[in-house]
């Protein structure tokens, strides 16, 4: 069974850019799609884009469309979201999951979490 792992959370202002990285081990991140969910203070989680298990397919939330960009690497085991030009709305708790349901709607359809990361915009 994979593992994630998160990191590059951060502060940032409006306007601004951090990457996060989700680190997998174990011998099925061929085999698994990933999810980045966000939870923001006070919501639900909600997923936020999902990458194929072949980087191949991609889909991303109407409100982060245009701003983010999924990526993976297969080398490194390693799945990339950039975000750029961040909003008020975008902080949260970013958590990264796998799946072998590409961009699954229920969460119990996920099988690894990561344990998050904070994103912070502030000016």
Same mark, same amino acid.
């Given at each position: 069974? @994979? &593992?994630? @792992? ?5 502060? =940032? ?13 174990? /011998?099925s991140f ?6 980045? !969910? +966000?939870?923001?203070?006070?919501? #639900?989680?909600g997923g =936020?884009?999902?990458?194929?298990? /072949? $980087?191949?397919?991609?889909? %991303? ?5 245009? +701003? !983010?960009?999924?990526? +993976? ?5 390693? @799945? ?7 909003k008020y709305? /975008?902080?949260?708790? %970013? ?10 709607? /229920?969460? &119990?359809?996920? #099988?690894?979490?990561?344990? $998050?990361? &904070? =994103?912070?915009?502030?000016?």
């Open positions: 069974q @994979v &593992q994630l @792992v998160e990191s590059g959370g951060g502060l =940032v202002q409006p306007g601004g850019s951090l990457e996060l990285s989700c680190v997998a081990s174990g /011998d061929d085999s698994v799609h990933i999810t980045w !969910f +966000r939870q923001a203070p006070g919501k #639900e989680r =936020v884009v999902c990458i194929s298990r /072949d $980087g191949g397919q991609t889909s %991303y939330a109407t409100s982060v469309k245009g +701003r !983010f960009t999924i990526s +993976r690497d297969k080398s490194s085991n390693t @799945v990339y979201l950039r975000m750029n030009n961040l709305e /975008d902080p949260g708790i %970013y958590s990264c999951a796998a799946t072998r349901k590409y961009c699954a709607g /229920d969460q &119990q359809d996920y #099988e690894a979490w990561g344990q $998050g990361t &904070q =994103v912070t915009v502030s000016s």
